[in-house]
């Protein structure tokens, strides 16, 4: 067991001098990810709001006119287009007037009307795949509650539908959690992989060679303040989440808080790995984000990782956010059990002690111990 020696004391009280002496380096841990949280929370969405549509109808009928006027009124509709021939309709698309049209046949009402099923042509620009998709599912559930059958290929009755954990389907609420093991992810990754190489930039690194201190104590005091900052900036955005964005935290906060700490600390391994190869700070801002954001895009945060190929499914395993996204979306809509936090909680602790193993390998190298 490592004792708190008078050493590793001062250690640790000079990392957080450096990095809260200055006025600049609190501005950049505080107010750009709070700023971010803000913004990202209502930029980073994948709702479909404002969608312009174009319709042609050709029947004119009681049931067209109903379908025509659910659609108008529905939330996610900004304006329709009312066209009079295919042409025109084509002609909206490929100017990228609107994201979709919709072709009602001269037959669609009296279909309708004698209980056969009533078909809608539904034209989505492939150019806007994820919105026209989007869009295109709503329309279906528009068509359901009309009565009439699905728009696009089933006769099948509708069926209910209900979400669970989140049944107004607010986006918000996976983004915002997310947000907060994202941001505080880069921060612990920014203030870890800067400590040696500011050292070394600034020319104290040889200073540290000859100090009392050994490598161990220097390695765990680069390792502190990291720790200390990313824990308390992911527990005020987990607060933030709750309290600023009236996202319900159903979880377990006992549960919560020793998993924050794990993946932080799995995070300020793979940043002294990072800040042990690099000789300037340039270099270490480089190598966090060359670092960083291949981990967000395969954590499950935009993508699901059941959708990534097999090789990259397993690389998304070593990945601690991916584990630690689960259990922060699951403690705040899911109250998400204790076995289930455990079993992403463990590949946290095997990634903490691997990290934190190399970087030591690293920076004793550096070291010359």
């Not at 009681?62 to 900004?78: C, D, K, P, Q």
Request: proline share 6%; glycine share 8%.
């Amino acid at each position: 067991m490592l004792r708190l020696s008078p050493t590793l004391r001062a250690q640790c009280v000079k990392e957080f001098l450096c990095l809260l002496r200055d006025p600049r380096s609190r501005y950049v841990l505080i107010v750009p990810p709070l700023m971010q949280l803000l913004v990202f929370a209502f930029a980073a969405t994948l709702d479909v709001r404002n969608v312009d549509l174009a319709v042609l109808d050709r029947d004119h009928g009681r049931w067209s006119h109903e379908l025509v006027a659910r659609i108008g009124a529905a939330a996610f509709v900004g304006r329709l287009h009312a066209v009079h021939d295919r042409a025109a309709l084509h002609a909206a698309i490929d100017r990228r007037e609107v994201v979709a049209a919709l072709d009602i046949p001269e037959t669609f009402s009296r279909d309708v009307a004698a209980g056969r099923t009533g078909r809608v042509q539904v034209i989505v620009d492939g150019r806007r795949a994820n919105a026209g998709q989007i869009t295109l599912g709503y329309l279906q559930r528009i068509a359901a509650d009309l009565g009439a059958p699905e728009t696009v290929t089933s006769s099948a009755a509708p069926a209910a539908v209900r979400h669970w954990f989140n049944p107004n389907l607010v986006y918000r609420w996976f983004v915002v959690p997310s947000l907060a093991g994202i941001l505080s992810m880069f921060v612990a990754l920014l203030v870890t992989a800067l400590s040696i190489a500011r050292e070394r930039e600034l020319g104290t690194f040889d200073q540290l060679l000859v100090s009392p201190a050994t490598p161990l104590e220097i390695i765990v005091a680069k390792t502190v303040p990291a720790l200390v900052i990313g824990t308390a900036l992911g527990l005020l955005m987990v607060t933030a989440g709750v309290v600023g964005f009236g996202i319900p935290f159903t979880g377990s906060f006992a549960l919560l808080l020793p998993c924050l700490v794990l993946f932080i600390l799995s995070v300020v391994g793979i940043g002294l790995m990072v800040s042990s190869i690099c000789a300037t700070q340039q270099q270490a801002i480089l190598g966090t984000f060359a670092v960083g954001v291949p981990m967000v895009i395969m954590s499950g945060f935009a993508t699901p990782v059941e959708n990534m190929p097999p090789v990259l499914q397993g690389l998304a395993q070593a990945i601690p956010l991916k584990h630690f996204l689960v259990i922060v979306q699951g403690c705040f809509v899911k109250a998400l059990p204790a076995a289930d936090v455990f079993a992403n909680a463990w590949p946290m602790l095997v990634i903490a002690v691997v990290t934190l193993g190399l970087s030591t390998v690293f920076v004793r190298a550096r070291l010359g111990a």
